[in-house]
């Protein structure tokens, strides 16, 4: 078994790891939160006071980090990454960056005698509970080879990509189908309350029908109707509108790079950034439901309380 380290045992990072210790791994962790270091250390994971103290020895690094100018500081800084791991080791970043940040990683990496591979997921905070995360890696054959075990054990698929940064495209790619799935779903159940369907009625038609989306079977808005909503607990974050708007302008960025037009993207990024804009940042993505409403509400949401 593996010795890794993990930097970063968030939302996210802290059940990922409790699945390396249940696979047998030594897992050493670090993060900035007390109390983040308390839950990994209740689920097994050996926490450490430093990134250094953390990655010392270890074979792999995972890191699990909310923006680019955090995974930047980890690898970079004094008594970073780079600077304290092993000669060699397999460096995995599953945070969601942009293109440049990710090249940069592993151009950087290459530099120093390091492996990286660009490793991000997609299944939310339920995913990473229930190990059923999607693992998108990109990175040389030998690091993609060399990462593939050492993920199995939090993933429901493991994707190998390709080349360097082309696991992160594949990410950012898809959050861009997401969220402009998500604008359909808000829209659509919107009108259907409006024109006086029932929400778990029209959730049945729609889930075999041709409106079928991972949003409309995973955060459906409208209280009782599906658990995994949002809309049962007045829109507490699975995935919070700040982290929604982080990914989606990452990926119009690389669509302007690449010459493309993404219209419906912009929208949706536009009404994210509106949700910001009220003080609801923190709450789930989901909660763009309330805007096709002239009033906007949304069922399941009172912005008062």
């Not at 982080?246 to 536009?270: H, Y």
Request: aromatic share 8%; proline share 6%; net charge negative.
């Amino acid at each position: 078994m593996a010795v890794i380290a993990w930097i970063g045992l968030g939302h996210m990072g802290g059940p990922m790891s409790a699945h390396l210790v249940e696979a047998g791994h030594e897992v050493r962790g670090f993060d900035l939160d007390r109390a983040a270091l308390e839950a990994a250390e209740a689920a097994g994971v050996r926490v450490r006071e430093s990134i250094a103290d953390a990655v010392a020895g270890a074979g792999a690094v995972f890191t699990s980090l909310p923006r680019n100018e955090h995974v930047r500081q980890v690898y970079d800084a004094t008594g970073g990454v780079w600077a304290t791991a092993e000669p060699g080791a397999l460096l995995l970043d599953t945070s969601t960056v942009d293109v440049e940040t990710s090249r940069w990683c592993h151009e950087q990496s290459a530099a120093r005698g390091f492996r990286f591979v660009d490793s991000p997921i997609s299944g939310g905070i339920p995913g990473a509970i229930a190990g059923s995360l999607t693992f998108m890696l990109g990175g040389s054959a030998d690091a993609v080879d060399a990462a593939r075990p050492l993920v199995e054990p939090m993933a429901g698929h493991v994707f190998d990509l390709g080349g360097p940064t082309l696991g992160i495209a594949a990410k950012l790619a898809n959050n861009l189908m997401l969220f402009v799935s998500l604008l359909g779903v808000a829209e659509g159940a919107q009108l259907a309350a409006s024109l006086g369907l029932d929400a778990k009625r029209f959730f049945e038609v729609a889930s075999v029908s041709s409106g079928e989306s991972w949003p409309l079977r995973t955060w459906y808005p409208a209280p009782g109707v599906v658990p995994t909503s949002p809309a049962n607990r007045g829109y507490e974050a699975t995935f919070t509108t700040a982290l929604a708007e982080k990914d989606l302008s990452f990926a119009l960025a690389a669509a302007e790079a690449s010459g493309l037009r993404t219209p419906a993207a912009a929208i949706a990024l536009e009404q994210f950034r509106r949700l910001i804009d009220e003080g609801y940042g923190g709450k789930d993505a989901s909660l763009v439901a309330k805007f096709p409403s002239p009033e906007g509400r949304v069922a399941g949401f009172d912005p008062e309380s």
